[in-house]
Structure formats: structure tokens, C-alpha cells
């Protein structure tokens, strides 16, 4: 059921702050046939978690990010989009996703 839903899962959020800054979003790793195809690939081709972080997982996309030449990407770790970037850690490391943000309020 997840796999099944993972194309339109949260994206409704997603698109809504994006369009927001005048953008489309695309998401062609979240197409159905893709996701239906990396779902009949045998896992041992997906990952090796016997290799170090960085290399053992997400083989694929290391692979495919190797064919294109961007071979010091792809021995990075990865991460989700969310927490890739770090930039919440860049203004206030103590802050937590759950409190109120002071530099939206009004009052």
C-alpha cells in the first residue's frame, strides 16, 4: 500500500510551497512505472550494508550519479531533501521543528 502511494503522498504540501515561489515541481523519481520498476529489482543490486555509509547503500543512484561524472557526489552520504541541506542548523543549532519560530511572529 505504501509503494502504491508514495507518487502522491505529501506532495500536495510540497507543490503548494513550491508553486508559491512561482515554480512547478517534478518529481520523476516518485513516477509510478520507476517506482514499480526499482520495486522488482533485487535488493542485493539497491544495497550492500556490509560496505561503509556512503558507499553500501542507495547502489543505484551511486552508480548512476558515477555514469555521469560526478564522481565525488557520489560516495556522499545521502540524506533526505529535508534535512539535506542543513540550513535549519545554520540560524539557531537549538532549535527544534516543533517550537514556535520568533521570527514570524507578530506580536
Not at 13 to 39: A, M, Q, T
Not at 76 to 97: D, H, T, Y
Request: overall charge positive; glycine content about 6%.
Amino acid at each position: 500500500m505504501e509503494v502504491d502511494r508514495i507518487s502522491s503522498r505529501n506532495l500536495g504540501r510540497d507543490d503548494r510551497i513550491i508553486s508559491d515561489h512561482g515554480k512547478e515541481s517534478r518529481f520523476p523519481f516518485l513516477d509510478e512505472d520507476v517506482v514499480s520498476f526499482l520495486s522488482s529489482v533485487p535488493i542485493q543490486y539497491k544495497a550492500n550494508l556490509t560496505l561503509p555509509r556512503g558507499i553500501g547503500e542507495k547502489l543505484l543512484l551511486r552508480v548512476a550519479v558515477r555514469e555521469l561524472g560526478l564522481s565525488s557526489a557520489a560516495v556522499l552520504p545521502k540524506r533526505a531533501i529535508q534535512f539535506g541541506s542543513r540550513i535549519a542548523k545554520m540560524e539557531n543549532s537549538a532549535e527544534k521543528a516543533s517550537d514556535r519560530c520568533n521570527r514570524l511572529t507578530t506580536e
